[in-house]
């Protein structure tokens, strides 16, 4: 029987450890709450020469190659000739090693699929919907006296080009500007659209009013739209993606099937153009030189044939031997130097694949990890407990040639475990800290000293199996395209290895033919994207663009096609996706075996056949067919069978998603539940990104998530009425604990405060909060206090890289300061809020129209978006959804108020 005192004391025991959790979670910012202003703020600037240059000089002995955009059925079927795979269902019955259950093929939806192909000129590259290809030379220097038919020798080319350029001339000067502002694909699209006998927008009328503005720029982008219904576009920007790449089809025998002599000449020309003054790369566009960013662009322009002697190649070998060489760069890039056998693995920090076999409910599990970091040690973890190496490395002279051209001393005198550590200061955005080196040091006596070898031998071996399967599972839950560019460059590796370095592998076939729906062409060559797309959230966000400026019904094949696109692209919803071998993993002894939330109903960021659901996309996807199913022309066509239906039930799914991803803060991560804790920072061993560990709850996703479990009830005030209001205040309440003392909020995914008051506020009012609220003032406030004197606002990358607004806005590639996106995220917060300023709306609408170009379009300015705090990535279609939305929101918010034409009398 247990005493008084011994039990009195338990309860005190309990009481104090309780108290104290309750105290520390009162006075201590959330786990979720990014903090900031950084006290080590960025400081250098990228700088490059002045030079303007043509993506097709590089492919000056091919002039008669063109590209096109390939999409949907299409792209299945020119990947499938491609790699000569037969049947019209893409699949064949060919099976290699120990895959024989798994059929050589594309699987999954192929809706939304975007890819670049090349063909001769002379044999013509007719998409099989009828557009026409846009070759390099015809949108830099367009040809004269090709053979043309006659639906295209109509097309007036000088009116494609002025459209297509964004305001720019042609070509690609990163001193000017290192976006992009996808010449080539807008080209192929405007060529096509006129080439069907439809009239663009009139170049001569200039909009005096919003709707004016907003109409004609929608006309414009409806030529933009592809044939099954999605915007495609521009996701590039890290510097770090294709190098992997490039290393992964190095280390695998360069197959041309992989990467052909056509596409590694437009990698060359991308890596050359964006080479800075000082001879690095950044580690994206906008960023200044790193020694992550330059090291593995280095690499990879070698092995695409760079001349070490060349002046690109002598100016980026000075920057790497000036900064202390390849051992400093960060683990990143150290990592793809071991596979290449251009670093030893003891140069590198232990990764152990031995992790997997903990229990899942030990306090640091890699299950409890955000899934992209969880999804990318996977295969290191393999790789390095396998010590996959080159298995030329001891022959290639090419690697015997960078192991002196990377470092700044003799190879095999490089005590290499000695250089763990090392990182140059521009790459350590994150900083290892004391606990994770002494941790690190450990591991490193564990995998060297006899002592542990019988334990780690037997353990390393079975979590070796774990990792295969795994990895396989998520090629198959992903149609072989997996979560993003880095684990699919890593998993193809892997795949590789697993299948006895058989390049005819099944499983290696299949990876090799998803390797295009990562590959972007524009005016600076072929890039890496980061992610296999951006197509879902940037149609969705267009169609709630278009309906908030009445004009869903003006444009009603456009609006038809995103509703197609939509329906085909809910995840395992279709029968297409429902026959692929995803929907195996959707039970749910694999989901918890394989760490996966719910998939089914979910919408994707980019199509269907990726798989991987998440929780803003999922939102903005159901808001995009819940504004669609007000459309008379929507609503028409599903009546009478020219458009497919979209069940009550599969809106359920997806509110099913959106509920059960809410995180116990009453907030909204991305793919996942957060399963993780916030100590686990501590642990962040990648020194370049910040806050990847586990999945925090964003302003964004909590916004998109509980804003459209709002607009589903108004709906369908029904269905789980009592969990939707809940979930609804819940999200409420954290986002206000969230906001930043100055009233802002904080954008983790664009740039970045303008994004996150539009969120905040947009979020907020949804669900209930009176704009008279103090929580909406004061960030109504924050807005108004960076307004700059042209009426817009604007923000560069820093602000994101900082956690401090842009002191100079977008000083380096907007206008004056101010920038159409952030100008546009802006007028959407403020009049969401219904500010009263009516005079700063007035002019932040003067602005934009100010700023629209002759075409409809914008100019593509600074970089747009950002992950993991410290890495830029592109979004062009934004500098058009954006200030559509705007123009029509200020429209039917303040009227004839903001009229710019009566306000300039």
């Known amino acids: 029987i247990t005493s008084p005192s011994v039990l009195s004391d338990g309860i005190f025991a309990a009481a104090a450890y309780f108290g104290g959790l309750f105290l520390y979670h009162m006075v201590t910012p959330g786990v979720s709450h990014p903090g900031g202003p950084r006290e080590h703020k960025i400081r250098r600037m990228p700088q490059w020469d002045d030079i303007t240059s043509n993506a097709d000089q590089d492919v000056a002995a091919k002039s008669g190659v063109e590209w096109r955009c390939a999409v949907a059925d299409d792209s299945h079927n020119v990947t499938l000739d491609r790699f000569g795979v037969a049947g019209s269902d893409g699949s064949s019955n060919a099976s290699s090693g120990d895959d024989d259950e798994i059929k050589l093929g594309m699987t999954g939806e192929p809706s939304g699929r975007q890819m670049w192909t090349w063909s001769s000129a002379q044999k013509g590259n007719a998409a099989a919907d009828g557009s026409a290809g846009g070759s390099l030379r015809q949108l830099l220097t367009p040809t004269r006296g090709k053979k043309k038919t006659a639906a295209a020798a109509a097309v007036n080319e000088d009116l494609v080009q002025e459209m297509a350029c964004g305001g720019r001339s042609p070509g690609f000067n990163p001193s000017v500007n290192p976006n992009s502002c996808d010449q080539i694909f807008r080209a192929q699209m405007i060529r096509s659209y006129m080439a069907s006998g439809q009239t663009p927008p009139a170049m001569e009328s200039k909009p005096k009013t919003a709707p004016e503005a907003a109409k004609k720029a929608a006309h414009f982008y409806s030529m933009l739209q592809t044939s099954d219904g999605h915007w495609a576009g521009d996701y590039g920007g890290p510097h770090f993606l294709m190098p992997g790449l490039v290393v992964a089809w190095y280390v695998m025998g360069q197959p041309d099937t992989m990467l052909d002599a056509e596409q590694r000449a437009l990698m060359r020309h991308y890596l050359t153009v964006h080479q800075q003054s000082d001879g690095g790369w950044g580690t994206h566009i906008e960023s200044p030189s790193t020694m992550f960013g330059t090291t593995v662009s280095y690499v990879a322009l070698r092995l695409l044939g760079a001349d070490a002697d060349g002046e690109v190649c002598v100016r980026g070998r000075k920057f790497i031997q000036d900064n202390g060489g390849a051992i400093m760069t960060s683990s990143w890039a150290k990592f793809w130097l071991c596979l290449l056998g251009c670093m030893e693995w003891e140069g590198h920090n232990s990764v152990p694949p031995e992790m997997w076999l903990l229990p899942n409910w030990f306090p640091f599990h890699p299950g409890r990890l955000w899934c992209h970091c969880r999804m990318v040690y996977l295969p290191m973890g393999y790789q390095y407990g396998s010590r996959f190496v080159y298995s030329k490395a001891e022959s290639d002279p090419l690697i015997a040639a960078l192991r002196k051209e990377l470092y700044c001393e003799e190879y095999d005198k490089i005590p290499w475990s000695s250089t763990r550590h090392k990182v140059a200061p521009m790459d350590n955005y994150s900083p290892l800290p004391l606990f994770m080196k002494v941790a690190q040091d450990f591991l490193a006596l564990y995998e060297r000293w006899s002592i542990f070898q019988p334990f780690k031998n037997y353990f390393r071996e079975i979590g070796l199996k774990f990792c295969v399967e795994y990895m396989a599972a998520e090629d198959l839950q992903t149609n072989f395209i997996d979560i993003g560019p880095v684990n699919k460059a890593l998993n193809l590796v892997s795949a590789y290895h697993a299948a006895n370095n058989d390049i005819n592998a099944t499983t290696v076939q299949n990876h090799m033919m998803r390797i295009p729906d990562y590959l972007w062409v524009a005016e600076d060559g072929m890039k890496m ?264 606002w604007g923000e560069d990358f820093t602000s994101c890289y900082d956690k401090d607004y842009a002191e100079n806005g977008m000083d380096s590639y907007g206008d004056d300061g101010s920038g159409v996106v952030n100008t546009a995220w802006a007028l959407l917060a403020l009049s969401a809020a219904k500010c009263e300023d009516v005079d700063a709306v007035r002019r932040g609408v003067k602005y934009l129209i100010s700023r629209q170009l002759p075409s409809g379009d914008w100019p593509q300015e600074g970089i747009a978006g950002v992950f993991n705090r410290a890495c830029g990535i592109t979004y062009t279609a934004y500098r058009n959804v954006f200030p559509i939305w705007a123009l029509g929101r200020c429209s039917e918010t303040y009227g004839a108020a903001i009229d710019v034409a009566d306000a300039e009398d």
């Not at 296999?532 to 038809?560: H, R, Y």
């Not at 609503?635 to 239906?645: E, H, I, M, Q």
């Not at 409420?732 to 664009?750: N, V």
């Open 529 to 792: 994207q980061g992610y296999n797309g951006s197509q879902c959230w940037d149609t969705s966000f267009a169609i709630q663009a278009l309906s908030e400026c009445k004009l869903l019904d003006e444009f009603p094949v456009m609006s038809q096609k995103v509703w197609t696109y939509l329906e085909r692209t809910q995840i395992l919803s279709t029968e297409v996706s429902q026959a692929s071998p995803a929907y195996a993993y959707e039970s749910a002894a694999n989901r918890e075996k394989f760490y996966r939330h719910v998939s089914e109903g979910g919408w994707p960021f980019s199509t269907s056949a990726h798989g991987w659901p998440i929780s803003d996309c999922t939102g903005e996807g159901l808001k995009g067919v819940l504004v669609l199913l007000q459309s008379k022309t929507i609503l028409g066509g599903v009546r009478d069978g020219s458009l497919p239906n979209i069940e009550q039930k599969r809106l359920h799914d997806a509110v099913n998603v959106i509920v059960t991803l809410q995180n116990e803060d009453g907030g909204w991560a991305t793919y996942e539940n957060n399963r993780g804790f916030g100590w686990y920072e501590q642990l962040n061993p990648s020194e370049v990104f910040g806050d990847i560990m586990i999945d925090y709850s964003y302003v964004e996703c909590s916004m998109a998530s509980l804003t459209a479990l709002a607009g589903f009830h108004e709906m369908f005030p029904k269905h789980r009425t009592a969990e939707i209001k809940y979930s609804i205040q819940r999200g409420r309440e954290f986002m206000k604990s969230i906001q930043r003392e100055d009233g802002s909020w904080y954008g983790s995914w664009a740039c970045c405060f303008c994004y996150g008051c539009w969120f905040g506020i947009e979020g907020l009012i949804k669900a209930g909060e009176p704009a008279s609220s103090p929580v909406i003032q004061k960030c109504c406030q924050f807005l108004l206090s960076h307004q700059r004197p042209n009426g817009g």
